[in-house]
């Protein structure tokens, strides 16, 4: 299982106090709001920095990380990673999974025939989209919804599906 997940990217500096510009990659922007500490990664380095201050802008986050206090040294983050460990990880709820745990999953179907790897789950208004790569590299694409994933075990690596009719395959 993951231990860290990753919840944006630095894009750019911000104003003239090393504000940072961050596309979030969460599912919830608002959990910036509670961070406290954040691992960044930047070109193979990780480092740990406490959390100054946060605001939003529009569709992104403007961050603060203490000790960084000008543009330049804010530059030097640009397309760094933002993590955080799976204990500050936002709580889940009852059949809610963290993405990175399911991703490299056995799909099967009822009968345990495998359709593939889960490659990737794609979020949507309505109900996410589980990607199912199949062994000649053809993405399927599964509603993530009661009638169609029927267990998920993401200890065991394991999805298994009811294939409705109407899915192309």
């Not at 070109?43 to 605001?55: D, F, I, L, Q």
């Not at 603060?64 to 500050?88: C, H, M, T, Y």
């Not at 990737?120 to 169609?148: F, H, M, Q």
Request: hydrophobic residues 35%.
């Amino acid at each position: 299982m993951t231990e860290d997940f990753r919840i944006g990217v630095i894009l750019r500096p911000h104003g003239v106090k090393g504000e940072m510009k961050v596309h979030p990659t969460t599912g919830d922007p608002e959990r910036f709001r509670k961070l406290k500490e954040v691992q960044v990664r930047t070109k193979g380095k990780e480092e740990s920095y406490s959390v100054a201050s946060v605001r939003f802008f529009k569709d992104q986050v403007l961050l603060k990380l203490e000790g960084i206090n000008s543009p330049e040294e804010a530059d030097a983050f640009r397309k760094s990673e933002l993590f955080v460990s799976r204990d500050q990880a936002i709580p889940l709820g009852e059949n809610e999974y963290y993405v990175p745990d399911l991703l490299g999953s056995t799909v099967s179907d009822e009968e345990d025939r495998v359709i593939g790897t889960l490659s990737d789950v794609l979020t949507g208004s309505a109900n996410d989209v589980y990607v199912v790569t199949d062994g000649n590299g053809k993405e399927i694409l599964l509603p993530a919804i009661r009638e169609c994933i029927l267990s998920v075990d993401p200890e065991n690596k394991k999805v298994r599906v009811h294939l409705m009719k109407g899915l192309p395959l």
